[in-house]
């Protein structure tokens, strides 16, 4: 006897509508959730030992193309799964912080160097894009579940602040990166607060400025690398 | 007397259909054109000095809708400019070579990293993403018109081919940066020819890896930091 099996093949059904709501911040705020579409990403969470809502893969719980209808895909996807959001205490030896960070994909890109470079969350700020985005959480390349994202406000970091900045005096290489360390940055136009930019050391560059992702990367590199014991 | 002005009020206009057509790489490739979408792109045309085959700014030279309707923005556009595409010559003290990058954004990223770390073009191998396609356009953040990337097969680099790959024996710290240098980098599936990859270097971190765009940015940070003195 072959197994009972619920295929979804009306639109109408309610765990396709919680990803078409979860496309929504206000939708995601609400409900504490976030969807993450493709195999890459959902064996990522499994990984981390995330415990989805509910994970629907086309073709076995669902009929390919009303997945496709909830996806932000243009190619559709072959499967799509939803988790509770976590947040992250801001923690580390080194940290990146950012603010006003509006491109999800900035964002998520950091999400990831942070993990990659510093073992440790992004701390985001006041302003910044959701971190649970669809575009978010695909820029962070599966790094939202290995170390979900912290929020602080600049009054409770977890180590020194130096920001980061094309208009700094220093330069990278002259600025003391001992630990604990949060490189502070903010978007190419609003910059950072006052306070933080006063004192700002910049990445040197041959020409024009790099994007708030690339910075970042190359300062937890310069700072990781400091902290590993190489002048 | 009002200057006689004509403003596009028809979606079956020429402009418009070449904007269209030049969506899709077929047609980019066939016209030699591309499109630059919004006021910071058609800016920084106009600071390196490229004459665009026409540009059409909403409300002026065409009704808002219609110039919305081609434009590849979710948002639409205020200003779309048409250009002839320009390539470079690989050349260089310090050079980056893409094999078979196919993410669009990695490329036009990796365009700006280029030309802001290393003065220089970014040359595309076999198997890239267009550079002109508009997501790429839009990540180069103005970069495409002030350092046209360069097309090169391996045989052709205009410098000492350094692979960079996860994979690496040794770290980026430990390699020979003499100028002339080329850093070779592949998507991050498919990775580099394996003559290539054999001698490979990686970038130290404390977890997963990085994008290829981070990567490439690193290195080139790296790179010109050490060409420029520093040890």
Same mark, same amino acid.
């Given at each position: 006897?072959?197994?009972f ?27 504490? @959730? ?10 990522? /969470?499994? *990984? !981390? +030992?995330?415990?989805?809502e &509910? ?11 009303l ?10 996807s ?32 950091i ?10 969350p992004a701390? @985001? ?10 575009? /978010?959480? *695909? !820029? +962070?390349?599966?790094?939202? &579940?290995?170390?979900?994202p912290?929020r602080a ?7 020194r ?7 700094g ?6 600025a ?17 607060p006052?306070?933080?930019?006063s004192?700002a ?23 990781a690398h ?6």
């Open positions: 006897m072959a197994p099996v619920f295929v979804i093949a009306s639109a109408d059904n309610d765990k396709l509508k919680t990803i078409r709501k979860l496309h929504q911040k206000r939708w995601r705020e609400k409900l504490g @959730l976030f969807a993450a579409e493709g195999e890459d990403l959902v064996a990522a /969470a499994e *990984r !981390a +030992s995330w415990e989805p &509910f994970v629907l893969w086309s073709g076995r719980d669902v009929e390919p193309a997945l496709d209808m909830v996806s932000t895909l243009g190619s559709g072959r499967v799509i799964g939803v988790y509770r959001q976590r947040w992250s205490a801001p923690a580390g030896d080194l940290a990146v912080w950012l603010h006003a960070v509006e491109d999800p994909g900035n964002v998520g890109t999400v990831r160097s942070a993990h990659a470079l510093a073992d440790g701390i @985001l700020g006041p302003g910044c894009a959701d971190p649970y985005s669809p575009k /978010a959480v *695909r !820029a +962070s390349m599966g790094s939202i &579940f290995a170390r979900p912290a406000g600049l009054e409770a970091l977890p180590g602040p130096l920001a980061l900045s094309p208009r005096a220093r330069t990278l290489r002259e003391d990166l001992a630990p604990p360390l949060v490189l502070c940055l903010g978007a190419e136009r609003a910059g950072l006052a306070a933080l930019e004192d050391v910049r990445i040197p560059v041959r020409n024009e400025s790099l994007n708030v992702a690339m910075a970042a990367t190359v300062a937890l590199y310069e700072a400091r902290m590993a014991g190489h002048a």
